[in-house]
């Protein structure tokens, strides 16, 4: 079966599919029934789909249902992203109350709208929810830290880290209450994927109260870690991207940072 199917009575032929697809895959003139080039080379993006006026066409793997049309009059004025966006901190205090479960999927569908490069999307997420399993994973990385007599200067930064957990701080997880780990195949596209998924993460979680801060060390340490990695449930060919450790938070920044734009080569 094709990868891309035209509903004929729906189709008027005007090309638009053709024009948007990427690879060049839908050959259709203006005014022809788009036919599907030999080899398939779709990377199942759904811009035909997206742009089709008629809803004429469907692409195997991408649910229709979710295909809603773009209400222009909802989207949020320009200004209000710029303060979206402009307000984002990363947020290191947090409530203990979990955030409910349905609200941390709701983030996780909208950052799953992120671009991935030839739309590979080969991303995937550990999400650490429960508070004895975000214990868990701290107590580990704390243990790998301390045990560690490597000379490198990482680990000796390290080490402070797991002193602090073992006094009852926490540097590492921030306190916060649940972490969302990705993992991808061990390939640069992948892991800016990754950085891109979990910004806009980020962002939507801003967006919807729930605070966010980047998973640096812990990223380090589950590829350094076995154990640790062992704990996220990494693969055989997996490394881990990044990650973001999320909760309500229990303080909220009151002023905007104080940001300059970086240089820029107008050409
Ligand atoms: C890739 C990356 C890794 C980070 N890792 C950590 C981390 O492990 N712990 C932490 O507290 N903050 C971490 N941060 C947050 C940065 O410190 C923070 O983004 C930066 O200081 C700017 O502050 P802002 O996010 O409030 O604007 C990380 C940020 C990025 C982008």
């Not at 990363?90 to 671009?115: C, F, M, N, W």
């Not at 701080?169 to 209450?177: H, K, N, Q, T, V």
């Not at 999320?246 to 909220?252: E, Y």
Request: proline share 7%; with cysteine; hydrophobic share 40%.
């Amino acid at each position: 079966m094709s990868i891309i199917t035209v509903n004929p009575e729906l189709c008027r032929k005007d090309g638009i599919c053709s024009r948007v697809c990427p690879t060049r895959l839908i050959v259709g003139e203006v005014g022809a029934v788009p036919t599907e080039r030999e080899g398939g080379s779709c990377i199942q993006c759904g811009q035909c789909m997206a742009f089709c006026p008629h809803g004429a066409i469907r692409v195997q793997g991408l649910n229709p249902a979710l295909a809603r049309p773009v209400n222009r009059k909802r989207l949020p004025e320009a200004s209000d992203v710029d303060i979206l966006l402009q307000s984002r901190r990363s947020i290191r205090q947090y409530k203990q109350t979990p955030v409910p479960k349905d609200v941390l999927e709701g983030l996780l569908h909208t950052a799953a709208y992120a671009p991935t490069a030839k739309n590979s999307r080969r991303l995937r997420q550990v999400v650490v929810y429960d508070a004895a399993n975000m214990k868990a994973l701290g107590d580990c990385i704390a243990d790998c830290l301390a045990n560690d007599k490597s000379e490198n200067p990482l680990i000796a930064e390290g080490r402070a880290l797991a002193l602090a957990w073992r006094k009852g701080l926490d540097p590492i997880l921030r306190g916060a209450p649940h972490l969302v780990m990705v993992l991808t195949p061990n390939d640069h596209w992948a892991v800016i994927d990754a950085a891109i998924y979990l910004t806009y993460l980020e962002i939507a979680g801003h967006a919807h109260g729930v605070g966010a801060c980047w998973a640096g060390y812990v990223t380090t340490v589950a590829n350094h870690y076995p154990a640790v990695a062992a704990l996220l449930g990494v693969k055989e060919g997996e490394i881990v991207a990044g990650g973001q450790m999320m909760g309500l938070p229990s303080l909220l920044p009151m002023n905007m940072a104080p940001r300059a734009p970086y240089p820029a080569t107008w050409l």
